[in-house]
């Protein structure tokens, strides 16, 4: 099959414009994806560090949950800094680690769209 110029149309049948459709829309379902990966992240960190200082009764079940994924999330932030009030670590540690993930959300996120923008 010869390949039509004037339609964008190539061999396989698909045009080019429709590919370049698909691509912007998987790359901005991927986006959103890690937009909110990296939210949800951050706030189960903010969740954690609000349930410790706060008194929560650690045998709870939402306690455990949250300090479980926590403690997955935080990526050795946990023992970063060592002040004497466990407390106090727990917030500059966490708090850390969630100011982190936000801060490598956007940098992904303006990665992501910097290839989504159209070709001229």
Request: net charge neutral; hydrophobic share 55%.
């Amino acid at each position: 099959m010869v390949e039509d110029v004037s339609s964008g149309a190539h061999e396989g049948g698909v045009r080019r414009a429709d590919l370049r459709r698909a691509w912007h829309r998987g790359l901005g379902v991927l986006i959103s994806i890690v937009r909110w990966f990296g939210t949800a992240a951050a706030a189960l960190l903010a969740v954690h560090v609000v349930l410790t200082i706060g008194g929560a009764n650690p045998d709870n079940g939402i306690t455990q949950f949250v300090a479980a994924w926590a403690e997955w999330l935080a990526l050795g932030f946990q023992g970063l800094f060592m002040p004497a009030d466990p407390e106090l670590a727990v917030l500059i540690n966490y708090g850390a680690a969630a100011l982190f993930w936000l801060f490598i959300t956007s940098l992904a996120t303006r990665i992501l769209s910097s290839l989504n923008r159209p070709s001229f």
